[in-house]
């Protein structure tokens, strides 16, 4: 790391600036060996601690290397819930070993799948009981063009894109997802269980006021991510389009103001059209984000080229919203990205990562950098 001082006279003040442009702190990953995962019986990648980029036809894996290393940071996969589907085929084991770097020390992390009983995760050797206790150990980014979901699918996936984001830097919210999760389920099953409802008046209002108060906790944190977000994501967004285009975000609930207080009257109010529906209708699972470019909802009237760069631009932005969080910048890991940018923008965005430790893979790369590259072949 190259140092130097400043040193500046003001009013016979004394000013000392302490400035180095290599200090940016990232999360990075160092290698990572892959062991009877996806199409890989074994294989080994190493990364440099910039920007890397993964190159080869379609169907040859590349995917399959940038799942790996996320699945290592948030232990969930973002293509499948079947985990079985991570193991080679014909293959009772698969394993994921990774080396990070968190500026301060290695970590280690390993996780085992079978194909017989639940997944194993060893930090540093050390066996996890909860995937919980593995978020926050490292942390990563990353976006696909499958992520145009986030703009234009169903709030659930807008709603995933935030719980994700928060839970990677905040483990309690995590905990309070499940904790309300599991409420949700109880009140759910409760008002299913019989044709009476006034049996089940008798005995909602415990699940109603347990929901009602994480509830508003799990507000309160989503509005707080979202509001550092909207700065990030505008600049983003600005820098992206060349300023052609204006960024807009909305955090829509079904409460604002005394959340609590307010969603525990409504349901208290409306128990038999819940009762009715057989759920809960409203909360925190019913949670979205209103988009806008140039004050028009991107979702349903935005071309698909303002869908992309809306996407990737909430992306980029939670890259500086995790950083304010933890100190340093995630590891951002870029699927086959380039193929929906033209020359312009494939440039801007390379520009845009240079700060962080980035993983992109692609079919063909001619840009002119000092990334390394990595050819990847189908494996045999």
Known sequence: MNYYLKIKMNNSRLFVFFLNYDIILKMKIKKIRLLNFRSYKDKCFEFDNKLNILVGP?????????????????????????????????????????????????????????????????VDKIGLHKIGELLGRTNAVFFSPNELKLVKESPEDRRKFLNIAISQTNKRYFYLLARYEKILMNRNKLLKSTYNIDVIKET???????????????????????????????????????GSENLKIEYKSD???????????????????????????????????????????????????????????????????????????????????????DEERRHRLLNFTSKTQTIITCTDFNEKTNAKIIRVKEPK
């Open 58 to 122: 379609n169907a040859q894996g590349k995917t399959n290397v940038l799942e790996a290393i996320f699945y290592a940071v948030i232990g969930k996969s973002f293509r499948t819930s079947k985990e079985k589907e991570l193991i080679t085929w014909s293959e009772n084991e698969g394993r994921i070993e990774a080396v990070f770097d968190n500026n301060y020390r290695e970590i280690d992390i390993e996780v085992i799948f079978h194909k017989d009983r639940k997944k194993t995760i060893l």
């Open 204 to 242: 909602i209002d415990i699940w109603d006021r347990a929901l009602c108060e994480i509830a508003e906790k799990i507000y309160i944190e989503r509005k707080a991510f979202v509001d550092e977000l909207y700065p990030y994501a505008l600049k983003a967004h600005e820098y992206l389009s060349n």
């Open 255 to 341: 409460f604002h103001e005394n959340y609590k207080q307010n969603m525990l009257k409504y349901l208290q109010k409306n128990i038999e059209k819940d009762f009715k529906l057989g759920f809960t209708s409203v909360g925190v699972h019913r949670d979205d984000l209103n988009l806008y470019v140039n004050d028009v909802e991107v979702k349903n009237f935005g071309s698909q080229g303002q869908q992309r760069t809306v996407a990737l631009s909430l992306k980029l932005a939670e890259l500086e919203c995790n950083k304010n969080r933890t100190g340093q910048y995630p590891i951002l890991l870029l699927d086959d990205v380039f193929s929906e940018l």
